[in-house]
């Protein structure tokens, strides 16, 4: 197995592994410290059914389940992505982390490309140890006494999030069940239980700042999210069919780009869990 750096700030490409096979725990171990080095891997050239690609996420944990978008008809865990000519807009097109809403977001995210546009459709990453560690020691020191408030079933300014894509995407989405907590508190600065590593936890999730007035946190916020995807932090990754990114949701942002407005994109997601953030 070799690895393959493809920026400067994060994300490597992995060569030599095939993902449909059952892979021995020492495989699994070196996939991991691939990850934990390099935040985002990808892998060329698979061959995955959905099954096969559950498979291989079940290494990693237990399978997390979106509680607003419905899965596979036959295969529920698998989530498939799909924008078509007459979607508006696309699933993940601003910077986010998984599942950020949840009070035990996901670890990790494992996506794989079915059919992609002849050109564009590329995803981005950001690098949230980079962009944490660039902060000055001031306001390291006051962000690490401040959770954001993080908001799921809305977008900011109070529209339903289930309204806004049932108007924009083509996706199906599920009522959610009812005692489904949608609203978290998360350390702005968070350590990652793996590496022991400080990151920036920040992205579109984030509506407030504990503690403080909507007047007072918006441009913190605003600030932060900006801060946090400077173009020396991000990498960006262009997919073909059969290729697979798996990215670490504790220590990333990631954006999907929305330019390919005639063409169809079908993506085919697996979610993991995660711990709760400190
Ligand atoms: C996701 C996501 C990005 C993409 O699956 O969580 O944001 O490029 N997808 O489709
Ligand atoms: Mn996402």
Redesign the pocket.
């Known amino acids: 197995m070799d690895a393959h750096p493809i920026a400067g700030s994060l994300g490597a490409e992995i060569s030599g592994v095939d993902l449909s096979q059952d892979l021995s725990d020492s495989v699994i171990g070196e996939i991991r410290s691939a990850l934990l080095d390099h935040q985002v891997i990808f892998f060329r050239d698979q061959n995955l059914t959905p099954q096969r690609q559950l498979a291989f996420a079940r290494r990693w944990g237990k399978i997390h389940l979106h509680p607003f978008m419905a899965g596979m008809p036959d295969c529920p865990e698998v989530l498939e ?1 799909r924008k078509t000519p007459d979607d508006k807009r696309n ?2 097109g601003s910077w ?1 982390t ?1 599942q950020m809403f949840a009070p035990q977001p996901a670890m990790g ?1 494992i ?1 794989y490309a079915q059919q992609v546009p002849s050109v564009g459709g590329d ?1 981005m990453f950001s690098n949230q140890y980079l962009a944490y560690e660039a902060l000055s020691d001031g306001m390291k020191a006051m962000l690490s006494r401040v959770r954001g408030v993080c908001v799921g079933d809305k977008k900011r300014g109070g529209v339903s999030r289930m309204d806004y894509n049932a108007a924009t995407i083509a996706m199906k989405t599920v009522e959610p069940p009812k005692d489904l907590q949608t609203t978290s508190m998360h350390p702005l600065v968070r350590t990652h239980p793996e590496t022991g590593r400080k990151s920036l936890y920040i992205g579109s999730h984030v509506h407030y700042l504990e503690g403080m007035t909507e007047s007072e946190c918006a441009p913190l916020i605003q600030y932060l999210r900006d801060h946090s995807v400077k173009p020396e932090f991000v990498c960006r990754f262009q997919w073909r069919n059969g290729s697979l990114a798996f990215w670490d949701n504790r220590c990333t942002q ?1 954006l ?1 780009i929305n330019d390919y407005p005639a063409e169809t994109r079908v ?1 085919h ?1 697996v979610t993991v869990r995660g711990d709760t953030p400190f």
């Open positions: 992505i699933f993940g986010h998984d995210t996506l995803t990631h999907a993506m997601r």
